[in-house]
DNA sequence: TCGATCTGCGTATGTCATACGCGATTGTGC
DNA sequence: GCACAATCGCGTATGACATACGCAGATCGA
């Protein structure tokens, strides 16, 4: 098959375990797993800030240099750590042929994949503070892709609107989650007071009447804000598809 | 404790210059004008990494310490970097009526609007790597808000929105850029090839399809992604407009 | 048994933000 | 003019951090 010619990212070889442990020395008193969760539970109660090498080792009980014999540099820890906390995509029905789930099972489908992504931003709001490109081609991450794909299998989009779809579900996912943070942290300074005491309707007539209808009060809005979002790419992408339909015959692109 | 009723956060009062400077003592021989510059200069030849409070000193010719008479901390100053370095957007015709570009003047506003903002990205690559919170209630952030929604001005949309709308979009491009940054950055090590050694066709069947495909292989192709998810959105956009016009209007888009 | 190889980990180094305080400077009230 | 307080630039100190290096002991293949 595919042998080791060129050099892959560190990262990318710890987090689908291509590691050659020797098989001689001493047993290991500690595995990348262990180290992973300790460092996820302490990302998730003080925040990816508190996560140290020292910090991480002492809630194991060890040596903070003993983590260096699992993990080459702390940036390969948190892209493993990023990477678990994902967690594996439902990839959804097993072996389903491309039209599974009737011509539009597309747009459910990729509504459950966004929920779910969701879900892990919710689970660890410390992922938002992760570059993307930390996990770009880690396992769970890469699973994720595949899912979108899958859900979108039995539309007419050439495969490259497929991944541009993926892709733009995903950064909207993510832009969704860091909103929500945000101004949930900023709603205890009442987000739309402040703006509102910045803005003189004089040089921001707009944004005064936007704030002025109170749309920024309230606070619990997120999930629609969300819906909101979703559904305009979606609907989006079901022009496209609509434009995509009527020919059957192969599409060659540009 | 300020003149203000309820404390601003110290990063808002530093970017919109409500600063007391007392007239006592010694000339200041600094401005945060120029040390903002300094710090620019220092993001955009080698990266927001070396944006150190020594090395900005250092570029100035002053101590490290000098410039904590100017900012309160390293934050403020990177938030204060990052507003400046967005620029102020362009604001549309001056004192234009709501229905002063057409039915759809929105959409081609829209366009220039993210293609502007796009810009600010392409110029100063380390925007991405400040968090969007640094900059929610700075001037020339909220600029862009207040520009987003002047483009939106005729249209029949409900104030909040158009703030979603503003929110979606600025989340949109911001995206756009990170994955331009992010598959530049790993095109030196063919993105493609080495997600295509990591994905066997029977766990990855579709993800193994959409790379066959060579979607992943032209590398300037950055222009089209993202006029694909802007259109998409945009679309989107058009058919929530459409379902809150009233009364039907027969607009005949061309 | 012996040496190669691996373990956990103490120590040292260099970078960083920033608290604190000192002497010099300068506007202000007398 | 004068005293004083506010403000300046900035040297020094502190504590957190990632991590290079190397040592002593453990374990396995021979």
């Known amino acids: 098959m595919t042998n080791d010619e060129a050099a892959l990212p560190a990262r990318v070889e710890l987090a689908w375990g291509l590691r050659d442990h020797g098989r001689r020395g001493p047993k290991p008193g500690l595995t990348l797993?262990?180290?992973?969760?300790?460092?996820?539970?302490?990302?998730?109660?003080?925040?990816?800030?508190?996560?140290?090498?020292?910090?991480?080792?002492?809630?194991?009980?060890?040596g903070t240099m003993?983590?260096?014999?699992?993990?080459?540099?702390?940036?390969?820890?948190?892209?493993?750590?990023?990477?678990?906390a994902f967690g594996a995509a439902d990839?959804?029905?097993?072996?389903?042929?491309?039209d599974e789930a009737g011509p539009d099972g597309w747009r459910a489908g990729l509504t459950h994949w966004a929920d779910g992504l969701r879900a892990s931003y919710r689970r660890n709001p410390w992922l938002l503070e992760v570059?993307?490109?930390?996990?770009?081609?880690?396992?769970?991450?890469?699973?994720?892709?595949?899912?979108?794909?899958?859900?979108?299998?039995?539309?007419?989009?050439?495969?490259?609107?497929?991944?541009?779809?993926?892709l733009l579900l995903s950064g909207f996912v993510r832009n969704e989650a860091t909103l929500s943070i945000d101004i949930a942290g900023a709603a205890s300074l009442e987000f739309?007071?402040?703006?509102?005491?910045?803005?003189?309707?004089?040089?921001?007539?707009?944004?005064?009447?936007?704030?002025?209808?109170?749309?920024?009060?309230?606070?619990?809005?997120?999930?629609?804000?969300?819906?909101?979002?979703?559904?305009c790419i979606l609907d989006g992408v079901a022009a496209l598809i609509e434009r995509h339909r009527p020919q059957q015959s192969r599409t060659h692109r540009r």
């Not at 014999?69 to 892209?79: F, H, P, Q, T």
């Not at 990839?91 to 491309?98: F, N, Q, V």
């Not at 979108?152 to 541009?164: D, F, H, N």
Request: glycine fraction near 8%; aromatic fraction near 6%; proline fraction near 5%.
């Open 192 to 231: 739309g007071a402040t703006l509102a005491r910045l803005t003189d309707e004089v040089r921001f007539p707009a944004l005064h009447r936007a704030i002025a209808s109170g749309s920024l009060d309230d606070d619990d809005d997120l999930d629609d804000e969300f819906d909101f979002g979703l559904q």
């Open 33 to 62: 797993e262990r180290i992973v969760a300790a460092g996820i539970e302490v990302a998730r109660t003080d925040g990816i800030a508190a996560v140290s090498m020292a910090r991480v080792a002492g809630e194991l009980g060890v």
């Open 131 to 166: 570059p993307v490109s930390a996990t770009m081609l880690a396992p769970n991450t890469v699973s994720w892709m595949e899912a979108a794909l899958r859900w979108m299998a039995g539309t007419p989009l050439p495969e490259q609107q497929k991944l541009s779809t993926a």
């Open 91 to 98: 990839l959804g029905p097993d072996e389903a042929g491309p």
């Open 66 to 84: 003993s983590l260096y014999r699992y993990v080459g540099a702390k940036d390969e820890l948190i892209s493993v750590m990023a990477d678990t």
